[in-house]
Structures are given as structure tokens and as C-alpha cells.
């Protein structure tokens, strides 16, 4: 998982906004294309419109939360509708979107059967009553709608138990099936694996000298400088009070000493400024641990000396680095 701010869809999470979709009629015929959108826009039915199957997967995977359900015909040049309902299936980000498949023939034909089975939500016989196309796609959207309302709250719900509210870094709790995953993997593929424990100095005068709320806007500025200087598969978090941790795949004790020196240079170059407009450096002690390439370690065991190696620092005046 890679250490950076919250993406779009955590964003929308944490604000609460939830988007309100259209629902998209794919259809290569004009006449029938019109009477679909035409009979749900008069009942108050935002519409969007494609009139192929590549257009229609296009439209859909470019953001799928636009999408509330889909009315699919089956006959389409190109890919036909029972192709991109495999396809939309088979897509996590787009197995939810409820689709009505559409035939022109009167009979269940092996095409439509065929739809239900790969998920299809309902079917319906051109050319269809407008009132029962408008109660079957109002059905849909709403179930949709509720079922997004759902999923956004679980996801809420995991980002509040496996993040920091506060940095946005992940937290403690998750911090041990992380450690024990990406451990495992470098030894898997004889890695080298390093762990580095980071604390904040003095900073309990910051909280008594310029009160709680300016101490969380440190926590906060050192978060982000973490951020700015890990790799994409780096891991951070928040380990507790002023102190965070740093999982870094693929890196020995020399390359993840450099890490922390980033860091240093990263605040250096961006001192926090408080509230009253004054500037201070934000300065920390670290604690770095590292099994090299191949060695077989306990993960704990691994956290342990980096813990050792970070009150070394610490009971040595701070603002440096001990390996252990």
C-alpha cells in the first residue's frame, strides 16, 4: 500500500458526499435509443447515452460511482450487450451497476437467458411499455443508490479502523498484519527488509508552550514530509503519540539509514510555522533495524531492535539516528 494522502474515493468517504449517477442506455438504434431516455427523462431519470458497446464500457469505467444502472441492448455491433455484461461482471469496480438487458424478440431468447445468468438484474421486450421501463429502472436506481450508501459506510468504517484520523497514516492496530505480510514476502523472495522507528523531540514542550492544537498541526507537517519521501511501497504509520514507524521493502540498513536523512533534509527545507507566525525545525530521533538479503528473521524480533536502536538515540540527546 503505498504512504500518501487519502485517494479520491477515501476523500469522498471521510466528507460524506455521495455522487448521484445517471443511468446510462446503450442502444445503436436512434428511434429506440430516444424512446428509452425520452420516457425515463420525463420521469425525472438523468440519462447518459452510448450506442455501442465500446463506447458503453468506456463510459463506464471512466467513473463508474456516475453510473446507477445501465439499460443494455442485446444486438450490438462491435461487442454485443451480453459481451459487455460479461465484461462490467467480471470488473470489480463495476460488478454492482445494476443492468436491464433489452431484446427484440417477445420470447426469452438464449441471449437474455444467457444476460441473467451473468448477472443481468432484469430483462425487458422491445418496444417496452414507458411505465413499466420507468418502475424497473426507478427500482434499480434506488436499490443502487442504497447499495452505495452501503458500501461508502463500510468503507468509512475501515478507514476509521485501520487509519489515523488525525495524519491519515495507518495506525497501530493495523500495523502488525502489515509487518508480518511484508516480512514474510522479503524473505520469500530474499529480500532485504528494514524497519525504522521515528519519535519527535521536545515534543511536549510543543504542546506546553503552544497548547495541544498546535502539537496535532506538527503531527500533521511530519506526516506529510514522511510521505513526500517514501517509494510506492513503502508503508508508514502512526505508532502512537509523537511516534510513527516506517515499513521499507527491498532495503538494507545503508538505504534506509538514507531514508531517515531524506527526511531529515525534507523538514529542514520545510519548517513548521505555528500559528503566531513563528518558524521552528521540526527535528527527530531514529531508530533503524534491517535483515538483509536472504537472512531468515523474527518480525517482532526485528521491530524490537529498532525500538533498542530509537531509545539509544533518544537517551543521547535526539536528532540522530542509531542503528540496531
Known amino acids: 500500500m503505498r504512504a500518501v494522502p487519502f485517494a479520491e474515493e ?28 425520452g420516457s425515463l427523462t420525463r420521469g425525472n431519470v438523468p440519462c447518459t447515452e452510448a450506442t455501442s458497446g465500446e463506447a458503453a464500457l468506456e463510459r463506464v469505467m471512466a467513473n463508474p460511482n456516475a453510473i446507477d444502472a445501465i439499460v443494455l441492448d442485446v444486438v450490438l455491433p462491435g461487442i454485443d450487450g451480453i459481451e459487455v455484461l460479461r465484461r462490467l461482471k467480471c470488473n470489480r469496480d463495476t460488478e454492482h451497476i445494476p ?8 420470447t426469452l431468447d438464449p441471449q437474455v437467458v444467457n444476460g441473467v445468468e451473468l448477472g443481468a438484474s432484469d430483462y425487458l421486450a422491445k418496444p417496452c411499455a414507458p411505465t413499466v421501463l420507468l418502475a424497473k429502472v426507478r427500482a434499480l436506481r434506488t436499490r443502487a443508490q442504497a447499495e452505495r450508501k452501503l458500501r461508502h459506510e463500510l468503507r468509512h468504517a475501515l478507514l476509521d479502523a485501520t487509519s489515523d484520523p488525525l495524519t491519515g497514516l495507518l495506525n497501530r492496530r493495523n500495523f502488525e498484519s502489515r509487518l508480518v505480510e511484508s516480512s514474510a514476502f522479503a524473505v520469500r523472495h530474499h529480500q532485504p527488509f528494514a524497519v525504522i522507528m521515528l519519535d519527535l523531540d521536545l515534543f511536549k514542550g510543543v504542546n506546553d508552550s ?5 502539537g496535532d498541526r506538527v503531527l500533521v507537517h511530519f506526516a506529510d514530509a514522511i510521505r513526500a519521501i517514501l517509494r510506492a511501497d513503502d508503508v508508514a504509520f502512526r505508532y502512537g503519540g509523537e511516534e510513527f514507524l516506517v515499513l521499507l521493502r527491498a532495503c538494507d540498513a545503508f538505504r534506509a539509514t538514507e531514508v ?8 529542514h527545507a520545510r519548517p513548521f510555522r505555528f500559528s503566531d507566525g513563528t518558524q521552528a525545525p521540526i527535528a527527530f530521533s531514529a531508530g533503524v533495524a534491517a535483515a538483509e538479503q536472504g537472512e531468515c528473521f523474527a518480525s517482532d524480533g526485528l521491530v524490537a531492535r529498532a525500538d533498542a536502536a530509537l531509545y539509544r538515540a533518544k ?6 539516528l542509531e542503528l540496531g
Open 260 to 267: 531517515a536523512v531524506r527526511l531529515r533534509d525534507e523538514l
Open 315 to 320: 537517551r543521547t540527546g535526539g536528532d540522530r
Open 99 to 106: 443492468v436491464i438487458v433489452m431484446t427484440g424478440t417477445a
Open 10 to 37: 477515501e476523500v469522498r468517504c471521510r466528507s460524506g458526499v455521495l455522487p448521484i449517477g445517471s443511468v446510462l442506455v446503450v442502444d445503436d438504434d436512434d428511434d429506440m435509443r430516444a424512446l428509452v431516455t
Open 210 to 214: 503552544h497548547g495541544h492544537a498546535e
